[in-house]
C-alpha cells in the first residue's frame, strides 16, 4: 500500500520555488488558497478546514511545518515530515503539498503569494495572535485576502495524540526509505559489506559478572535477605564488547584499555584473544579490573556491588594510549568512554589528537553523570549518545529532542549525531546536502519487539552503525542496522556479540511484516 501510495501522489509534493512557478505570479487566472499546519495527525477539523478552502479557489495548497520547527510536546512529531505530506497529497481536494523548511510560513507566503490564506476559526477568538498577524500582514502586503473557516468542531491534533500515539513505524520506515532511494536489499548488500574494515576501539574494560541466587528469606530484626548461591556468570563488557560486536561484524578490531593485575584481567584478554581480537592490554598495578556485579535472586535483581577506580591515568600510561592511536593502522577509531580512567578533559584533547589522517572517528560516553561530558569530543564524524547524556550534557531537560539534537551537533561539530533514545528509537542528524537538503534529520523507531536485557544494546547500535557508515557512507542505512543491531541485543541474557546473520534475520522479519515489495 505505501509503495502504491508514493507512486500515486508523490507528485503533489513540491517545493515552494517549484510551486511558485507553477502557479505564476498575481494577477492569475486560477485563484490559490493555502492552509498551512502541522498535520501530525489528520482529523476531521483539518478535513472541515482543507474542505471549505477548496471552495474559495481553483488551486490548494497544503503547507506542512517541518520535522525541525515542532515544539509541540517532547517527542512529536510521530509521524515524520515527508509521510504528512503524503498523508495531505492523498486527499483529492488538495492539489499540491509543500514541507516549509523555515520556522513559519512568512517566506513561502511571500514566494508563493496565494490569492487566499486560510486559518481555522479559532485563531479570531479575542483578536489575532501575533503570529497570525505577521502572516496577515504579509499577506495583505501583497493584496491577498486571510480567510477564518467555520468554527462548529474545533479539534486538537495534540489532545488525540496524548490518548494515544499513532503506531505507524513500518510507514515511516518505508517512507524514509523511499524518499531516499533504498529498499531491503540495500540494507541486505550492507550487511554483506561490513567486513574487512581495520577498526581501533579505546575505552575502559568493564566486567558485567551476574551472580544468581535463590532467597531464602529475610531477617526480623534488620533489613536483611537471606539467598543462596547458586553461580556466577561474567561478561566482558564496557568498550570490550564494543570490540566484540566489531569483531563478531567481521571487521579487524585492535582493542587498547587498561586492566589491573587480578583474574578479571586474566579474562578479560583471554577472552578478547580468543573472539580474534589484537589487545592491547595496559596493566595498571595500582588499580583493580572494572567489575559490575548484580545479585539475582528469583529473576529478580537485589543489588549491584561494583568494584572500581575511577582516577584519572597516569601520564606514562596516557603517553602508550596515545602512541598506540596514533600508530595502529586503522579505518576508523572508536572511543567508547564510561568514565573509569581513561577519557578526562584533559586525556580527550591528547587522544583525539592522536587520531591519525583520515581514520573514521567515532565516540561515544556512557555516563549520564557529573562524570562524563559528550561535548568533549570535538568534531568526530559520529558521536552516539543516549538522549539522557545529552540532556546532562547540555543542561537542556526541556527541549524537544529534534532542538536538543540540533543544539549538541552544534555544541560538538560532530558530522554525524546518533541520539539513542532507548525504546522509542533513534534521532539521527546528518549533514545537510543538496541531495537532501529537506531532511538531515530523521527517526528510526526500535524492531526490539521483546526486551530481556537492554545492557548493551547501544554498543551494538554503535559497532554496526560504524561499520555501516564505512561500507556505505549512508546515515539511514547505518542507522537502521545499527538499530536492528540493538534490537536483536536486547533479546539475549547479558552483553553478546551480535552476529551479521542475528541482523539479517531480524531485518527478513521486518521486510515480512512490511509486506514490501519493490
Known amino acids: ?177 523511499h524518499a531516499n532511494g533504498l529498499d531491503f536489499s540495500d540494507l541486505r548488500e550492507a550487511i554483506a559489506k561490513l567486513k574487512g574494515f581495520r577498526i581501533h576501539v579505546v575505552g575502559d574494560t568493564i566486567i558485567d559478572s551476574y551472580t544468581r541466587t535463590s532467597l531464602i528469606g529475610g531477617q526480623t530484626k534488620t533489613p536483611t535477605f537471606s539467598v543462596l548461591y547458586q553461580g556466577q556468570d561474567d561478561y566482558i563488557g564496557g568498550a570490550g564488547i564494543v570490540a566484540q560486536h566489531l569483531r563478531a561484524a567481521g571487521a579487524e578490531v585492535t582493542f587498547s584499555t587498561i586492566l589491573g593485575k587480578d583474574p578479571l584481567g586474566e579474562f578479560a584478554i583471554d577472552g578478547l584473544k580468543s573472539a580474534g581480537i589484537k589487545i592491547n592490554g595496559i596493566i595498571d598495578e595500582t588499580r583493580p579490573t572494572t567489575n559490575k556485579n548484580a545479585f539475582i535472586a528469583n529473576g529478580y535483581r537485589l543489588l549491584k556491588v561494583d568494584t572500581l577506580d575511577n582516577r584519572p591515568i597516569s601520564e606514562s600510561i596516557l603517553n602508550k594510549l596515545t602512541s598506540a592511536v596514533s600508530t595502529t593502522p586503522t579505518d576508523a577509531v572508536v572511543f567508547s568512554d564510561f568514565r573509569h580512567g581513561i577519557f578526562n578533559q584533559w586525556t580527550i584533547k591528547e587522544l583525539s589528537r592522536s587520531i ?102 547501544g554498543d551494538a547500535l554503535l559497532a554496526y552503525a560504524t561499520l555501516a557508515m564505512l561500507a556505505t557512507n549512508n546515515e539511514i542505512i547505518a542507522s537502521i542496522l545499527g538499530s536492528l543491531a540493538a534490537a536483536c541485543e536486547c533479546g539475549f541474557d547479558g552483553n553478546i556479540p551480535i552476529q551479521p546473520d542475528d541482523v539479517l534475520a531480524r531485518l527478513n522479519q521486518v521486510e515480512k511484516m512490511a509486506g514490501y515489495q519493490k
Open 1 to 177: 500500500m505505501t509503495a502504491e501510495l508514493f507512486k500515486k501522489y508523490e507528485s503533489k509534493l513540491k517545493t515552494a520555488d517549484e510551486l511558485a512557478k507553477i502557479v505564476g505570479g498575481c494577477p492569475r487566472k486560477k485563484k490559490v488558497i493555502m492552509c498551512h499546519g502541522v498535520f501530525d495527525v489528520v482529523h476531521p477539523g483539518h478535513v472541515r478546514h482543507l474542505a471549505y478552502a477548496k471552495t474559495k479557489a481553483d488551486i490548494l495548497v497544503a503547507s506542512v511545518t517541518a520535522d525541525r520547527h515542532i515544539t509541540k510536546g517532547v517527542h512529536r512529531p510521530h509521524v515524520p515530515e515527508r509521510l504528512r505530506a503524503l498523508n495531505l497529497a492523498a486527499f483529492e481536494m488538495v492539489d499540491f503539498v509543500i514541507i516549509d523548511e523555515n520556522a513559519k510560513p512568512l517566506q513561502n507566503l511571500a514566494a508563493i503569494k496565494p490569492d487566499f490564506f486560510a486559518k481555522g476559526f479559532e485563531y479570531t477568538s479575542g483578536g489575532l495572535p501575533p503570529a497570525t498577524q505577521e502572516e496577515a500582514d504579509i499577506v495583505e502586503g501583497y493584496g491577498g485576502e486571510m480567510i477564518f473557516t467555520p468554527g462548529d468542531v474545533v479539534y486538537s491534533s495534540s489532545r488525540l495524540i496524548e490518548l494515544a500515539a499513532p503506531d505507524i513505524q513500518l510507514e515511516k520506515l518505508l517512507t524514509l526509505l
Open 356 to 457: 591519525p589522517l583520515g581514520a573514521y572517528s567515532v565516540a561515544d560516553s556512557q555516563v549520564a553523570s557529573r562524570w562524563g561530558n559528550i561535548t568533549e569530543f570535538m568534531n568526530f564524524d559520529m558521536i552516539t549518545p543516549n538522549e539522557r547524556e545529552a540532556r546532562f550534557a547540555l543542561g537542556d531537560q526541556d527541549s524537544t529532542v529534534g532542538s536538543l539534537a540540533g543544539a549538541l551537533v552544534e555544541a560538538t561539530g560532530c558530522r554525524v549525531l546518533f541520539l539513542k533514545l532507548g525504546d522509542r528509537g533513534t534521532f539521527v542528524s546528518r549533514p545537510s546536502t543538496q541531495e537532501h537538503e529537506n531532511d538531515s534529520y530523521f527517526s528510526i523507531d526500535s524492531f526490539a519487539t521483546q526486551v530481556v536485557d537492554a545492557v548493551g544494546a
